[in-house]
Structures are given as C-alpha cells and as structure tokens.
C-alpha cells in the first residue's frame, strides 16, 4: 500500500504565492513520474503540471511561467509553487504517482492519488 499526503493548500490571494507537498510513503521502490492534477467545480480534473524521476517536467499552458513543480526523489516527495495565483487557479488539487513499483511487487506498477487539498484563490 501507499499513501500519498498533501499539504499546503489553503486560502490565497490574488498575485500571492502558495507551496504545495506531496510526500508518498509505504514500501516504495521507484516512482516514475509525479504531478499534480486539479478539479474546479463544474470541470473535469485537470494535468497542472507533472515531473519525470529524472526531472523533466511538463505544465499546463494555463500555469506556465507561474506554476513549478519539483521532486525529491529519496523523499518521494513531490512540490507545486504556485506564483501569482488566479482566482481561475481555484481549485482542489490532487497529487498523483504514476508508475510506483513497490518493494513487495517489484514487476508491478501502479498509480496512486492523494485526497487532494482545496487551494482557494481570491481576488
């Protein structure tokens, strides 16, 4: 099993900045890649931007110049600084691990979801 835990998230205003974590924990071997995905009411979930192991990292174009996303492999944590937020930035963000081998299941990969942490941007 894993568990991804998210902190950070919190209430913001407009033009302010915010630092999102996601540290997954369990018996974990390798974690391909990281990211961080959001949800605004009334839209489908969202890639904001995501991060290989060996840190290559992609971003929505919405983020870009805004937003980083960094990693700490031997944490297996995972960052979302957020610069100059907007209020369309509002949103529940969710931490995502994609491809995770496990100690126990080493030929297996999974994809895991942390619960999500409400970032509320206003103006």
């Known amino acids: 099993q894993v568990q991804l835990v998210e902190s950070g998230g919190g209430l913001v205003q407009a033009g302010g900045s915010l630092r999102l974590s996601c540290a997954a924990s369990?018996?974990?071997?390798?974690?391909?890649?990281m990211g961080w995905y959001r949800q605004a009411p009334g839209k489908q979930r969202e890639l904001v931007a995501a991060?290989?192991?060996?840190?290559?990292?992609n971003y929505a174009d919405s983020v870009k110049g805004r937003f980083t996303i960094s990693r700490e492999n031997a944490k297996n944590t995972v960052y979302l600084q957020l610069n100059s937020p907007k209020p369309e930035d509002t949103a529940v963000y969710y931490c995502?691990?994609?491809?995770?081998?496990?100690?126990?299941?080493?030929?297996?990969?999974?994809?895991?979801w942390g619960q999500g942490t409400q970032v509320t941007v206003s103006s």
């Open positions: 995502n691990a994609h491809g995770v081998v496990v100690t126990t299941t080493p030929g297996e990969q999974r994809d895991y």
């Open positions: 369990g018996s974990i071997f390798s974690i391909n890649n």
């Open positions: 991060i290989t192991s060996g840190g290559s990292t």
